[in-house]
Structures are given as C-alpha cells and as structure tokens.
C-alpha cells in the first residue's frame, strides 16, 4: 500500500508524507496529515467520492485525488 | 510605577476553527447588539458586537472561522491584517480570544500556536468539554494554561456557563504584559527568519505605516507561502531580488531538513503534542459514539441518500409551499394598505406614487422575507446540527461534473423557490471563486415568481393532450422542458465560467465532518432573523428604488387628451346611474360597464406612459421573437420582478391589473384575452405555440428580477457582477427565445 486513497474502508495506515506544494498539499497538512499520525478509513460517499477518514480524533473528508497525494504505510 | 489607564472600550477579536460553536460564544457575549458590515474590497463579513463587564466595555470582532492563519487570498488575508493592525481604518485589537474545542483539542491548537505568534494578549476559551466528557475525553485546563502560558477557561457556550470566568480572564489578560511563547519552528527555520527580516529592513512594504518592518508573523509567512499570494501582496514591488532570495532560503531549508511548507505542520502539531502530553487523557479503547451511530444511517449508500432527499424535500417544499401562506398575508396586508390609502385620498400623483409606487414597492421587498427566513431557519439548524457537512460530502461529486463542490448544492437548490434566499445561502462556500460561479447560475433555476408566466401560457396555448392513458400530458412536459432548460443553462455557464473569467486550481475540498449535537435554538432563531433584517436594510432600499422609477415610467406623461374620451363615458354612465332607483336591475349592467371604462382607460394610459413607448421602441429588437410591441413592454415593465409581467398584460388587454390567474375565472380571462389579440392593423394573432414558448423561454432566462441583482450586489459587494449577470442572462434569454421562435415557427409551417 502507497496512498491512502487505496485504504480499505475500516483499515487503518501511517501517514509517511504529503506529496505536492500547492494549496491542496499544505491544507492536508493543517488538517492534521503529518508524517506519523495514525488515520482510519472511515467509508466513501453513496457515489464512491468523496472518502471518509479519522485523523487526529475527528472525521475529515477528502476527495479521493486529494487522498492520493497522502503517502501511508500499513500498520 | 506608571498607572496605565485602561482603554475606554477594549477590542476583543474571537477566532476559532469552524464547528468548535464560535458564532454562539459571540452570540452569548453579545447578545443582540451585534453589526454585520463588509470589509472593503473582499467579500467577507465583518461582525462586531459590544460586550458589557461592569465599567469595561468590550468591542467584539468576530473573525471568519478558519483551521489556519495562512493566508492565500484576499479574503483569508482580512483576519490576518485584522490580527496584526494592518487593516485600514481599524484600529489593532487590544486582546484576542481563541476558541477550542475541547474533543478536538489537537487539531485546534494549531490555530493557537499561530494566533500565540502574533503577539497580542490571548485568552483560550475551551469550549464543549460535555462532548469530550462524554467521549471520554479529560483535560486538564489548569495544566494547559501552564503550559500554554495564557489563560485558558473552560465555557459551555450554549448553556452560557464559565463566560463569567471567560470576562474576567480578559480584562486580567489585557492589563498583562504578554510576551509570546517561544517559537515552535525548528532552529534552521528561525535562522532563515531571522535573516530574511534583516533584508527585509530596506523593502517597501504595502499596508504598513511609514516605513515600518514587516511583522515577524508575515516574514514567516512570506518564506513557507509557496502559493506567491503574500510576495505580490505584502511588498510593494515584489522584487525579484527578494525571489531569488526566497528560492535560495528555501533551497537551504531543504538541506537542513526542514523543507517548506510541510516544516509548519510539522513544527507546529510537534508543538501541540509538546504542549498536550500528560494534559489530555483519552479512553484507551475508542467506543462507538454517538456521531458514529447517526453517521452509519445518514452516510449509508441506501438509507444515507433516501434521508438526505426527504430532508431537502422537506426544505424546499416549506419555501415553495409553507412560506406561500405569510407570502398571502402579505399581500393582503398590501392591498388592505393600499385600499386604506385610496379610500382617504384624492386621487392624483402623490396617491399614485404612496399607492403603486411605495406601497408596492415596500410589499415587493417584504414579500421575501417569508422564503429568507424559513431558509435560514433550516439552514441554521442543518449547519449547527452538523448535517450541512454531510450534505456537501453527499453531493459533493454530483457538483464536481459541473466544477462545484458539494457545499454549492443547497444554495442552487434554494434557488428552485428563490433566487434571492439561494444566493444569500452561497456564502457557506469559502472559495472565491465557486461562491460566484454559485451565486451567478443560482438566478438561471426556474423560481416559484415563473410559475406564473408559464402557468398562463401553458393554459392558453398548449393543447391539452396527454399520452401513456393520461400519466403524461403536454402541458405538464412543457413546465418539465422549462425547469430543464434552467438547469441545463445553468450547468453549461457554471462549466464555461469556471474555464474563463472564474478559472484557477479546483480548490481544496478537504472537509471537517464535526459530531452531530442539538442545534442551539437562540443561535437558529438569530441567524434567522439576522438574514431577514440584513436583507431588508441591504437590499430593500435598492429593490424600493427600482420599484418606484417603474411606477414614475408608468405613470408619466399624464396626457388628458389621451384620457378625455373616458372621462366623458364615464360621466355619462355615472349620470345615467344617478337617474336610476337604488332597485333599479339596470343599475348592474351600467356598473359592469364603469368598471370596463376604468380598465379602457388604464389600458390606453399605460399604452402611451413612458413605459407603454419604451414598448414601441423595443418593438424592431423583439420583433425576431415573435413578439408585439406589449409583449416587449410587459417585459420590460417587469424588470422589477418576473411575476410583473401578468399583471402588465392585464392592463394592456384591458383586463385591469388585479386579475388573478390563480383562480380559474381570471385564468381563462386572461388565456381568452390573450388568444383573441392581434397585431396592430390586422385580424392575425400575436400568439400562436411558438410566440408562447418563446416568452417562456425568455422569461425562464432572463434577469427580470431586481431583488436578485440587488442581493448579488450586496453579496459580491460589488456592482460589477449583477451587471454581468443581467447582462448574461439578458443575452442568453434572448438568444434562447429566438431560437425558440424561429426554429417553432418554421416547423408549424
């Protein structure tokens, strides 16, 4: 496993870093998405985009091209 | 010892992430006596309100709820500049009070190590810690404080509980010396800061009085904002020197382990693991809380959907149909008004212009006020409740084909009952961009005000033919082809918009889904009578205007020769009338036909008021339409709102302007009226299937609304944009029209 757009629904990774300079990448990052933190696939949405997932203790959102750019490593 | 006194009135700015119940906090300090302005030049709110604690008194500045103070836009720049005194003509807050919420503490202090930078007195205000209890969640405030090096107070906004200890921790934090922590960011990073201010010394800086430096916060800012928005913005002339500067800081970053711009997030959430260790206990075992038993059903593939469509079935249909019961009070209030005032004046100019100018005017701003306020009423309860989150994430890749995102759904769906409520919805979206690609299609929806036009064609001209044993019938596809035709134009301007004047980087859809609680009720009841009162004092006076300078076009020129004719009929029915006994059963007869005379007479003033030849003018424009210079008058005549156009028609076919096409008498009044009339000279109808669906068209597209420009300038704080939306939609409407026309009758024949 590689990005965290490819996590099961109930799987859980390590986020390893964020790929990317732009807006998208640094929001991913104030949002909690740092090298070491533990996120949990949460589910997708009834049309398969936009993802769900656990971070820092709250759910967060992502598109699944957002989640893409987050590079994990299983657990 | 030097006593300073304490400022007159202290200026408290109040910043928090979104959802952490900032805005009720605001409420609950400022109770009723807040203001809603603009700042220049950006589209964000500026909200004050005024805060009493014994002799002091507070200012509070409510800044837009944000996750981080980095600035990339003009509008995300307003808190900063706000924060650090550089906003024009406000003066540098004196303290600021930071939010948080207490079951979402890591995430939060984020945002608190970087208003901690800033230099200003702060106070935390820990909000929601009932949540984190019942989650399992402790923090220990005392230690945080310690910590932290500020005060933090522990407050349950909603119940209005610590704001006490909330107040008294300010007025303490202002008479404080504050030094600001120290810096989180890692030495290599400080160094590179430290050097870039020095070169700094020398450049002019924009915003900033005199030649003083740029501020700590913004040097920072400037070496991790790779977007280039702070080079171009904060320094006069971004020079290229200061580039190649910036690219070689950045390069030696890189070396030393610290790369832009991922360094602050790691610094600083490095910071908040520092700051929180041994300071909040979690559950070793996360249970299953209550947002994720709700979510399972609301975000469910089946059951998720089927909810979420009831609940703006729900939503819609109270603005459609509930809202339409004080929509008649109003305007029976209106024409009880109107009577009033007719029945205790002469009639003349100035009982025209309280009658049909003012008093028309005053009920066609009123009259929204219904649809505004039930809007935000849901809207209110969905967003303090945490649904509106959902909603996004559930329409959010429906939005996406047409390059929206899911937070553009409920404003365009308001706008199937109202554009004016719908572009005020479109504020929730924080990006620039998609706010006005919204709020600029939002007007192409077909509003409950069309229902008319179309309702009235539809009766007159389309035959009443139905197919598959009566499940479908013409009239009925005809209404269906004119809602689509909305929805189509509007997807194909917001795609086309987003590729030219709108074009830039899909912005970040990253989207916080916060745990479901019970909306606050005082919070729903403000913000919606808020929105109402914010409507009528923006855009009422605007709306009013236009109102009144139809009236004027109406009722000008006043030609007694053109009106003599009935003058003297009427005499002579009204003495005949007078010769006749009380039980007279001729009396009847001669009284139908004074009223006939009445509407003679109003019809052929109309047709010659300033208005009547604007018509004749545009007749050679609407010509191509298969239009009649009175079709060209009618719609222009209802520039103020759509519906106008009924009434318009009434007066031109001499029908009076009080027919009520919702009652099947008016309806076929108005429908024969309209079948019987014929062009200028000759026996050959103005109206066939083609001319019917070409005013349709027309008016399923067009601008016609002035409440709605008037709420767009408003919202965009701009005049530029209503002015393009007229001017689109006039176009598209007109094109649309003629294509309707030319193609329909070419197919007839």
């Known amino acids: 496993m590689s990005v965290l757009s490819e996590l099961p629904r109930g799987g859980s990774a390590r986020v390893k870093r964020v790929a990317g300079l732009d807006e998208v990448s640094v929001r991913l990052m104030e949002m909690g998405l740092t090298p070491g933190v533990e996120v949990r696939c949460l589910g997708a949405a009834p049309l398969g985009d936009p993802l769900e997932y656990e971070v820092r203790g709250y759910r967060l959102s992502l598109r699944r091209q957002e989640a893409a750019l987050v590079e994990v490593e299983s657990l | ?749």
């Open chain 2, 1 to 749: 010892m030097s006593i300073q006194t304490p400022p007159a009135t202290i200026t408290v700015a109040l910043i928090g992430n979104p959802n952490t119940g900032k805005s009720t906090l605001f409420t609950a300090l400022a109770g009723v006596r807040q203001r809603v302005g603009n700042y220049p030049g950006v589209t964000v709110e500026k909200k004050t309100g005024q805060m009493l604690d014994g002799p002091r008194r507070y200012l509070l500045v409510d800044l837009p709820g944000t996750y981080s103070l980095a600035p990339r836009s003009p509008d995300e720049m307003v808190a900063v500049d706000v924060l650090l005194g550089r906003q024009a003509h406000e003066t540098r807050p004196d303290a600021v009070l930071c939010i948080v919420d207490a079951s979402n503490v890591e995430r939060n202090l984020y945002l608190v190590s970087q208003v901690l930078e800033l230099g200003l007195p702060t106070v935390v205000a820990l909000n929601m810690t009932d949540v984190a209890s019942e989650r399992g969640i402790e923090i220990d405030a005392a230690k945080l404080q310690e910590r932290l090096g500020v005060p933090v107070v522990p407050v349950q906004a909603n119940r209005r509980r610590g704001l006490g200890e909330l107040k008294a921790a300010l007025a303490a934090a202002v008479e404080r010396d504050f030094s600001p922590p120290e810096s989180p960011f890692p030495q290599p990073f400080q160094e590179e800061v430290a050097r870039l201010e020095s070169e700094l010394g020398a450049e002019p800086v924009s915003g900033e009085a005199g030649n003083a430096p740029l501020p700590r916060y913004l040097v920072e800012r400037l070496l991790l904002d790779t977007s280039g928005y702070l080079e171009q913005t904060v320094l006069a002339n971004g020079s290229t020197d200061l580039r190649s500067k910036l690219a070689a800081a950045r390069q030696r970053l890189i070396a030393a382990g610290c790369p832009v711009p991922a360094v602050e997030a790691m610094a600083r959430y490095g910071w908040v693991a520092r700051m929180l260790d041994g300071v909040v206990r979690r559950p070793a075992e996360r249970g299953v809380t209550f947002t994720d038993r709700i979510d399972r059903v609301l975000t469910h593939k089946v059951v998720g959907t089927l909810v979420f469509a009831l609940v703006m079935l729900a939503v819609f249909s109270s603005l459609f149909f509930v809202a339409a019961t004080p929509m008649g009070w109003i305007e029976t209030a209106q024409g009880w008004l109107a009577g009033l005032v007719e029945a205790n004046m002469a009639d003349g100019a100035l009982r025209s212009l309280i009658v049909d100018g003012i008093i028309a005017g005053v009920g066609g701003v009123v009259i929204f006020l219904p649809q505004i306020m039930f809007l935000f009423f849901f809207i209110a309860i969905l967003e303090d409740c945490g649904y509106m989150a959902r909603a996004a994430y559930l329409m959010d890749k429906l939005m996406l084909r047409v390059g929206l995102s899911g937070k553009s759904f409920i404003p365009l769906l308001s706008s199937f009952a109202c554009a004016i409520p719908g572009v005020m919805a479109a504020r929730v979206i924080e990006n620039r961009r998609d706010r006005l690609t919204t709020i600029l299609v939002a007007p192409l929806m077909s509003c409950s005000a069309r229902l008319p036009v179309y309702a009235i064609m539809i009766a007159a001209f389309i035959p009443p033919v139905s197919y598959l044993g009566g499940w479908l019938t013409l009239q009925g596809l005809t209404m269906f082809a004119m809602y689509s035709i909305g929805i189509v134009a509007a997807a194909g301007v917001a795609l086309a918009l987003k590729k030219t004047i709108l074009r830039g980087p899909t912005p970040p859809f990253v989207l916080e889904l916060p745990a479901y609680k019970w909306p606050s009720p005082s919070l729903v009841l403000y913000r919606m009578v808020d929105r109402g009162w914010a409507f009528l004092r923006r855009a009422g006076t605007l709306i009013l205007a236009v109102s009144i300078v139809v009236w004027a076009l109406l009722y000008y020129p006043q030609d007694p020769a053109a009106t003599a004719p009935f003058m003297a009929e009427r005499d002579r029915l009204e003495a005949q009338l007078a010769t006749l006994p009380a039980e007279d059963v001729g009396r009847a007869a001669i009284e139908v036909q004074l009223v006939e005379v009445a509407r003679e007479e109003q019809g052929a003033h109309q047709r010659q008021s300033w208005l009547g030849r604007m018509g004749h003018w545009v007749e050679p424009v609407v010509r191509p339409l298969g239009w009649d210079w009175r079709i060209g008058c009618a719609a222009i005549a209802s520039f103020p709102a759509r519906e106008v156009v009924v009434g318009t028609l009434g007066v031109i076919y001499n029908l009076g302007d009080d027919i009520d096409i919702e009652e099947a008498e008016g309806e076929s009044r108005m429908a024969g009226a309209l079948q019987r009339a014929t062009w200028d000279g000759t026996d050959r109808p103005v109206y066939n299937i083609p001319v019917a669906l070409s005013i349709m068209v027309f008016f399923a597209l067009c601008a016609q609304c002035a409440a709605t420009l008037a709420v767009i300038k408003r919202e965009t704080n701009s005049w530029r944009w209503p002015l393009f939306t007229f001017v689109y939609m006039t176009g598209l409407a007109y094109v649309a029209a003629l294509v309707t026309y030319q193609v329909g009758i070419r197919l007839i024949a």
